[in-house]
């Protein structure tokens, strides 16, 4: 695989064509923050935290860096004033939904983000899709999707599968970057079987 | 029909259909696009029917059910050929009289010809209409000439007499350049150079490529592609396959919303004929060239107008946009090069290909050529689409073509581009109308929508309304998105009703920039734009809806309270009357009071109340909190 040479925050790195920015810059150690992405998933570009400025022949855009591949000359600029700006309210943003989830908070230490900036709506799930993904990707169980569009989305385990395949597997439930996801498995466990009560407990 | 496997033959057909229809013979055509059915058209066609018949006419005088005309305002409209005599909102009651007056004694009826508001004289031909009069129909013109539903018809009018030219004449390389030299747009919304997208399909190394017809039509109010694929199915495939031929695409795809089920009753049929007669399938026209059509029906998501959510459903998957780093025309459907086009940019390509880009290029400015339908709607007199050459000023639609604003209201902005367009002011009305111009003016051409508003309209209203829609619309899938325009519109519904806070215009030019800036696809990069658009040209109504709960133009409810003036009610009793709250008392020779508890500022006892009187104030802002509140506290004994 040929060689592509960029710039990112002023350091020169080489990387193979087809890479990411995200993945480029972390080559060479500089990190990018991101909710949504998973290396062994297909890049998703949901959450927008990773967006960073790209320049070439005078166009500067904001990208998604998880997505987004290198390209020859390319000047990248993981940092400027913009992307904090975007990230600060992403975070803020997001935090509506999950004001507990430590991954968030962290965040928003580094982005100066406030949490309490808008009204709180706990609906934990921040949409990273990292679940519905792994469990369609990796598990190919597809127990997990979204349902509706816009602001009424939601993760939901779809009974009938989730049923059958979930309770020994549950390999979805550290990647969730908040506490959703456990909450709406047990939900559907709930409802799903209530008789059925866990072998550990009895 | 005999297959048409030539020039010649295609020709031959041609020539046999036009000899079997005199022009001369009188032919009813009454417009059966989806706005006349909905005021009755089929109604009015079968008594055509019915009395034709009895009178023993049905042989002499033939009856048509023809595509949109646009003046859907005044519908259903019937025009009689070869005289072109327009009859509007023709009921069927009508029929009897149009067939014994106009069609046996040749003379008008009268009552049913269009006035001209500004001479009060009546017009009696269509093309003599102002609205139609001040219009350059290129493309919608041959939608009152065809039966939507005849491939005889569309071929009488020239029809794919391009495409006859284009794979017989042309090859793929010179369709390519012909419609380079053209300048066409897309007239989807961006704006893109046509050519460009084709080209870069072409040139990708994958063989199998795609065209696709993108019919998902989705802005609110917006409906000329409607009216194009229903009336004239015909020139929309034609245009899809030059496309094909000149990209080297053998399968196109037809992505019709099916909210319109009359166009895709009307585009299946127009293929099946096709398909029949050998204008699609196998060795088109003895060119070699294969191509086949299929629709799909799309499932009612605005978002699946975007290139790439369109593309994800047509694969039967979520219609959820993806990063569009690498062009769809390289990889769209299935990862394959598919050159989308919206349904007036197709309708385009024939008329291009046979009467040639210069042609063409004779309309419109020096960066956008030809013609583009909008479709005008709102406060304006004259409801329907409209095609213009580019360039035109806004002045001259709303104005000349659209005959102004009714009931003696001022204009206070169009809005334009659909929901991610934005408003564009009084002072704007001289703005050239074409892509770049819009949007220099902080709004869009998107693919055509004209909402036009007048004084009664609350800006920041108009702003919430749009972002509610996005709110539904946006798929969900990137943050800036879902959550920008979710808290924009927490916003919005704050001051429209009296809770809006100093620092929430910076608020809201906040949260723009980061959806603008950071969202994965053109909805969400564009969903900021009512808000924008109405800051920047009406930044003193969000002011005085926050600093004073004032709504300047009287709209947003919560802002507002009706109340009596003592000293100017007669007591006449028409507003307690009319109130359908039951909130006003009163009686006779008893000035009436409003009870504020119980209204609900539906504005009935304001446009009552006697002009003569005018004893009904309307009140915002301060006045209108005072009367609340005076009310609140100690009710006026009425009795």
Redesign the interface.
Request: proline share 3%; net charge positive.
């Given at each position: 695989m040929s060689d592509v040479r960029l710039t990112i925050d002023g350091k020169e790195v080489t990387a193979s064509r087809g890479m990411t920015l995200l993945d480029a810059a972390q080559s060479v150690g500089i990190a990018i923050p991101t909710l949504c992405h998973h290396p062994q998933l297909e890049p998703y570009?949901?959450?927008?935290?990773c967006?960073v400025e790209a320049e070439q022949g005078g166009v500067t855009r904001?990208?998604?860096s998880c997505?987004?591949?290198v390209a020859p000359g390319l000047v990248v600029r993981t940092r400027t004033e913009?992307v904090n700006?975007?990230r600060k309210?992403?975070l803020e943003?997001?935090l509506?939904h999950a004001p507990e989830s430590e991954i968030l908070l962290n965040l928003a230490q580094d982005y100066a983000a406030d949490k309490d900036r808008?009204?709180k709506e706990p609906s934990f799930c921040?949409?990273c899709?990292l679940c519905v993904r792994y469990c369609a990707e990796l598990k190919q169980k597809h127990a997990v999707g979204?349902i509706?569009?816009?602001?009424?989305?939601e993760i939901h385990f779809i009974p009938e599968i989730a049923g059958q395949e979930c309770w020994d597997c549950k390999e979805c439930f550290p990647l969730c970057p908040t506490s959703a996801l456990q909450a709406a498995y047990v939900l559907t466990e709930a409802l799903l079987t209530p008789a059925k009560k866990p072998s550990c407990c009895s | 029909m005999c297959r048409i496997c030539s020039a010649e033959t295609l020709e031959k057909t041609r020539q046999e259909i036009r000899l079997r229809s005199d022009p001369s013979t009188p032919c009813i055509a009454v417009c059966a696009g989806a706005g006349c059915l909905a005021s009755g058209a089929a109604e009015v066609i079968a008594a055509f029917e019915v009395e034709l018949e009895s009178r023993g006419l049905t042989a002499a005088i033939t009856t048509r059910g023809t595509g949109c005309p646009g003046f859907c305002e005044r519908g259903p409209i019937v025009v009689i050929h070869p005289q072109e005599i327009c009859y509007l909102q023709v009921k069927p009651a009508d029929v009897a009289e149009i067939v014994a007056t106009t069609l046996v004694d040749k003379q008008l009826v009268e009552r049913l010809l269009y006035v001209d508001p500004a001479t009060g004289s009546k017009i009696t031909r269509e093309a003599d209409i102002p609205f139609y009069k001040n219009q350059q129909r290129n493309i919608l013109g041959a939608n009152s000439r065809i039966d939507s539903k005849s491939l005889d018809d569309y071929l009488a009018i020239d029809g794919y007499a391009a495409l006859a030219k284009a794979l017989l004449q042309m090859s793929p390389d010179q369709v390519l350049e012909e419609i380079k030299r053209s300048n066409l747009r897309g007239r989807g919304g961006g704006g893109f150079p046509v050519w460009r997208k084709w080209a870069e399909s072409r040139n990708a190394a994958d063989p199998t490529r795609y065209v696709i017809v993108n019919a998902d039509e989705g802005d609110p109010g917006a409906f000329m592609d409607r009216a194009l694929i229903e009336g004239n199915p015909h020139s929309i495939l034609e245009g899809l396959i030059i496309g094909a031929y000149a990209v080297g695409a053998h399968q196109g795809f037809i992505y019709v919303r099916q909210e319109y089920p009359l166009a895709v009753e009307n585009v299946n049929l127009a293929i099946r004929q096709a398909e029949k007669s050998g204008l699609l399938g196998n060795d088109i026209l003895g060119s070699g060239f294969d191509f086949r059509v299929q629709v799909h029906k799309g499932a009612g998501?605005f978002?699946c107008g975007e290139s790439s959510a369109l593309m994800t459903a047509l694969e039967g998957r979520?219609g959820e946009p993806?990063?569009k780093?690498i062009h769809t025309a390289v990889k769209g459907v299935w990862d394959k090069p598919s050159v989308l086009n919206n349904v007036e940019t197709w309708a385009n390509v024939p008329l291009i290909i046979h009467q040639s880009a210069d042609w063409f290029a004779q309309f419109g400015t020096a960066g956008c050529k030809g013609t583009k339908i909008f479709s005008l709607v709102g406060k304006i007199t004259n409801t329907g689409l409209v095609e213009v050459p580019m360039g035109v000023s806004l002045r001259q639609i709303v104005e000349q073509i659209g005959g102004g604003i009714p009931a003696g209201k001022r204009f206070k902005a169009v809005q334009t581009g659909g929901p991610s367009g934005g408003c564009i002011p009084a002072s704007q009305l001289d703005l050239k109308v074409d892509f770049d111009e819009l949007t220099k003016a902080g709004s869009m051409m998107g693919s055509g929508g004209m909402i036009v508003m007048d004084e009664d309209t609350c800006m920041v209203d108009i702003a919430r309304y749009f972002l509610n829609f996005?709110?539904?619309?946006?798929?969900?899938?990137?943050?800036?998105c879902?959550?920008?325009?979710?808290?924009m519109l927490?916003v919005l519904n704050d001051i429209t009703t009296g809770k809006g806070h100093e620092g929430d215009i910076e608020l809201l030019e906040?949260?723009a920039?980061?959806t603008i800036?950071?969202?994965?696809c053109a909805l969400g990069k564009s969903a900021p734009n009512p808000v924008l658009s109405t800051l920047k040209y009406f930044r003193h109504e969000y002011e005085e809806h926050i600093k004073n709960k004032n709504c300047p133009a009287y709209a947003c409810k919560s802002l507002l309270a009706f109340n009596i003036d003592a000293d100017k009610c007669k007591a006449c009793g028409t507003c307690r009357r009319s109130c359908p709250a039951a909130a006003i008392s009163g009686a006779k020779q008893q000035v009436h009071v409003v009870d504020q508890q119980k209204c609900t500022r539906c504005g009935t006892c304001f446009s009552v109340c006697p002009s003569a009187f005018g004893a009904v104030q309307r009140l915002s802002g301060a006045a209108a909190a005072s009367v609340s509140a005076t009310m609140t506290l100690a009710p006026e004994e009425t009795g």
């Open positions: 570009g949901g959450c927008r935290i967006t904001l990208v998604a997505i987004y591949q913009k700006r975007i309210v992403l943003e997001m509506a808008f009204e921040i949409h899709g979204f509706d569009r816009g602001a009424q989305r | 998501a978002v979520a993806r990063p780093y996005l709110q539904d619309e946006s798929c969900g899938k990137c943050t800036p879902r959550e920008g325009i979710r808290q927490k906040d949260l920039a980061t800036g950071a969202s994965l």
